[in-house]
């Protein structure tokens, strides 16, 4: 009696899924939250009558969409750094696409130069300063976070965090691995406490004054501006965008990729052209304070006010080429110890 | 006679077994365990192949650390699951106090809170800016944090007693099971030598209890071994993070398996070594002996302690966790209501229901086949079906997604070879695949305490039935089962409370637009938004109540129902 229970159970098990993935939709597989999608997806459901399915994880997307090969029902993975995006081309998990739409709205540099993904944000690595303790223009580059001056002033997160890889990635093609494990050392040792929590949580440490510098994505503070608990942290600090006047601030991009397998192919290039236009980049500028990465649209409200960025325009391959050098180098200055 | 010769439990004469029967018990056992151990060999062959070798830059920087840090992490939460656990079980089950009745079932509350959950709160209420540390500034006029001191949270002490507060129910929960299943009168016996009630705790009645506290503080342990919510939040920098750390960031997968595998062997040893420790120890309840429990009459003072003791662990391991969640839940009401709510909370109920029945049969089928079938190998199968709790719940999904899909895929060309159809995937990605990732990680929980309850029943027993006719099966389900109820609906609820807290492997193996309570809680807590997931971590909390106060139920009608 159980057994046939348990039985019935698990045949009701695996009808249950086949029902949501119906043909005629866009399934995707999300290194991004479901509910930042979802206006997007809102969005692309009443221009085109196109449903998306979504799976949200922050590991194992990839295994999945490997193992599952050509039966995989994903049509998109849609990540949140470079490196991600870098690890499908890898792995031969993503393809080429040819696409006069997305070449038009996505810059070269923000895309692989076969069409394997296209990037649709771009966001600022920036520094943030006390309003209080520090001087406007006291800091001006990722270089000078190492400086003695700043010692026991700065709050960062793990330094294995991707958005901090990239950030490294970056120093290290500029600078070569040596220089770069000394500027490392140099900023661990500034460090006033140990890395730990978000990029927000360098925010409030800075209104709280645990510390005077942090570095951060730029769209945290944009965020933290909308929440009213969180305001008044964000109201504490200064942005400065790092290297404007020399080799440009470091960027990072979201971005989104066509699988291998994708069985509603049709579908999944309508959702990436439509996610590289006018209207959706608009919605990521307003909803997320992002940069869009078409650059006919002009950014609104607290985006605009940033000004324009003077990227970094170093090639976000490289960026994700760097990328185990970048996290060994991480060991070795033990960055995220004691 | 081979049978009497490599049999190693004296009760159970092989004749008794007719020998059908009793292969068909090993088979059914022989092919679940294959079956059950398909993720944890799947994760082993990955480690086979490393994109590099990842040991001698982990040696050279992080491995010291990563290892120390481990194991005081264990340490510090093994010692506090014992204390807690065993005191306040000894207090409600031995000891007369106000409010006994209550803390019976009250203890195990902070289980339904899940480690990330107390995690989060803890940090709210502790960190600069939350209530805490601002009544602090008001009151003394400090003006900023470099003006005072604070423990700081986000540490290794932080993150142990967090683990420890929500993990202690384990041990509470089979100490004090085994605690009323022991015989009143060695306590009698005990005292009548001239021991006093402190020295029989330690002499008579703990070395009793020993199998059910190991299997407590075993599951206890490996959880915390295998957490990486909690330490990532608090960056205690454990073996689990560095697994994560090698998987993620530098893309291999390989090496993350040979992490993992490395936990595995750690943790096989140290239960091997447990129970090599205590091999010769054999003991069967007299269960005729059915006096009640005669509990201490105390004096004031020390029925205060008892209080207290049982107090201190609810009120921060549940009521304050609960009460802040409640709060921001209230103070978010709008921004966090969902109508998905209803849809998330029957998921998470239907997977966790289908999970802790799935994980209950196994566990019976194992445990009763070993019964019949002492041999090495059926406690090797044991063993090795209970792998799965030894693993980070992340590496657990990807070892379930490789047996799956390759059988998915391997249908699926057959199919299209011989018959120019595709079956495309049919358990990848469904929610079969989610119960099987339950009912792997959590056997150990079900298929433990049934055999550590199944070990106590005294195989004279089994010999009344079977001469009376009755088949190995129709023994388990007239006299065994009725006589271990409370002991199955206890390890069936404990697995339904994991699997609704349950959230790495959920996340990486559910079909599209798929959410339980535990993902829908982590897309905003991940995304640093806390209070927009108060309200749905409340739901998972007060979802867990329920089983938990079943739970207790049972285990107290046990004791009088004979």
Redesign the interface.
Known sequence: M??K??AT??IA??A???T??ADGDV?IYSYR????LEPLLNAFEKETGIKS?????????A??LE???????ADIVMTTDI?RLN?LV?RDLVQTLDNDVLEENVPENLRHPEGKWFGLTTRARIIYTSKERVEEGEITTYEQLADDKWDNRICTR?G?H?YN?ALISSMIAHHGEAETEEWLQGVKDNLA?????????QI??I????CDVSIGNSY?YGNMLK?D?QRP?AEAVRLVFPNADGRGTHINISGISLTKSAPNKDNAIKLMEFLSSPEAQNIYATANTEYPANPNVTPTGLVAEWGEVHPDSLSLQVIAEN??AA??LV??V?Y??E | MSEAATSVNPGLTPPLLAKRTSRRWMISALLTTAIVALPVLSVIVLAFFPEENIWPHLIDTTLPRYLVTTIKLMIGVGIITLAIGLSSAWAVTMCEFPGRKFFEWAMLLPFAVPAYVIAYVYTSLLDYAGPVQGALRDWFGWANASEYWFPEIRSLEGATLMLGLVLYPYVYLLARAAFLDQSPSLFAVSRSLGHSALSTFFKVVLPIARPAVAVGLSLALMETLNDFGTVDFFAVQTLTAGLFDTWMNLGNLGGAAQIATTMLIFVVILVTLERYSRQRQQQFAARDNRDPIRRFTMSFPRQLICVAVCAVPVVFGFVIPGVTLGVYAWEYFDESWNPAFLHNTLNSLFLSGTAALTTLLIGITLAYSRRLHNTRGMQVLMRLSSLGYAMPGAVLAVGVIVPLAGFDNWLDNLMRDFFGVSTGLLLSGSAFAIVFAYTVRFLAVSAGSVESALQKVTPSMDMASRSLGNSPGKTLVKVHLPMLRGTLITAALVVFVDCMKELPATLILRPFNFETLATYVYQFASDERLYHSALPALIIVLAGIIPIILMSRSISNTRSMA
Do not use: C, H, W
């Open positions: 159980r057994m229970l348990a159970a698990a098990l695996t249950l899924p086949l949501a993935s399934n939250q479901a509910y930042l399915n979504v799976v949200f994880a922050k590991q194992g997307l295994e999945r193992r599952e090969g050509r039966n995989s029902p490196s690890d890898e793990s294995k991707p890889i406490r140990k890395p730990q929590g978000g990029d927000r949580d409030k440490a209104a709280e004054g645990v945290y929440d608990s942290a990328r185990n996290v060994k060991d070795r033990d995220d110890g």
